[in-house]
């Protein structure tokens, strides 16, 4: 089994900066994509960032210029830095980690998901 979990979320004014982090724990001997994704309130889950374990990376438009997805995956941990946070951009961040492999070499069939992290941008 694998365990997410995210830290850094919380409440920042209009154009300012946080950093999301999110580590993967378990039997754990590769991971091929980890991203980010966000949900507000009424609204269907996006994807914000994600990035392979060759360091490729994608981005929503949205936050094209102004988010980053960094990664370390010998700590199987993945980061966003949020710059210049709209109040658009308010929103629960969840952690994915996708491709799964364990130390036996067998492929996880699904992904898996942290537990949230509230992002609150005021205006």
């Known amino acids: 089994q694998v365990q997410l979990v995210e830290s850094g979320g919380g409440l920042v004014q209009a154009g300012g900066s946080l950093r999301l982090s999110c580590a993967a724990s378990g039997s754990i001997f590769s991971i091929n994509v980890m991203g980010w994704y966000r949900q507000a309130p009424g609204k269907q889950r996006e994807l914000v960032a994600g990035?392979?374990?060759?360091?490729?990376?994608n981005y929503a438009d949205s936050v094209k210029g102004r988010f980053t997805i960094s990664r370390d995956n010998a700590k199987n941990t993945v980061n966003l830095q949020m710059n210049s946070l709209k109040p658009e951009d308010a929103a629960v961040y969840y952690c994915n980690a996708d491709g799964v492999r364990g130390h036996s070499g067998s492929l996880h069939r699904n992904a898996y998901w942290g537990q949230g992290t509230q992002v609150t941008v005021s205006s």
């Open positions: 990035i392979t374990s060759g360091g490729s990376t």
